[in-house]
């Protein structure tokens, strides 16, 4: 089974750092554009970040923008989502994907990725 893996979540202080990584199962992450995404109690779930495969291309939500960073790790097959600076807002079920089809531009729609995670929860906290 394809199938992709968070980890990484957990409680953090307003202002405080959190890293989030991902890793797939079935197949090899290096070859797949991934989209980071997230979803808040009561709201529909958003695009926060993406990267093209074997990395090097960005896209990021504004909400996010300036602290929030996207990564690979080629030799470890992974990608990294570097969170600094949490706020309130960002607590939420953060969810990474994988995208089948070959792109040189990673896209920022829930519809374009086909393989998920099951999600790993994020508090923001005081």
């Known amino acids: 089974q394809l199938q992709l893996v968070e980890s990484g979540g957990g409680l953090v202080q307003p202002g405080g750092s959190l890293r989030l990584s991902c890793v797939a199962s079935?197949?090899?992450?290096?070859?797949?554009?991934i989209g980071w995404f997230r979803q808040a109690p009561g709201k529909e779930r958003e695009a926060v970040s993406c990267?093209?495969?074997?990395?090097?291309?960005?896209n990021y939500a504004d909400s996010v923008k300036g602290r929030f960073t996207i990564s690979r790790d080629n030799a470890k097959t992974t990608v990294t989502l570097e969170m600094n600076s949490l706020k309130f807002e960002d607590t939420a079920i953060y969810y990474c994907a994988a995208d089948r089809t070959l792109r040189s531009m990673c896209v920022m729609t829930e519809n374009t990725y086909d393989y998920w995670g099951q999600g790993a929860q994020v508090t923001v906290s005081s």
């Open positions: 990267i093209t495969d074997f990395g090097g291309r960005t």
């Open positions: 079935g197949f090899n992450l290096n070859y797949h554009n």
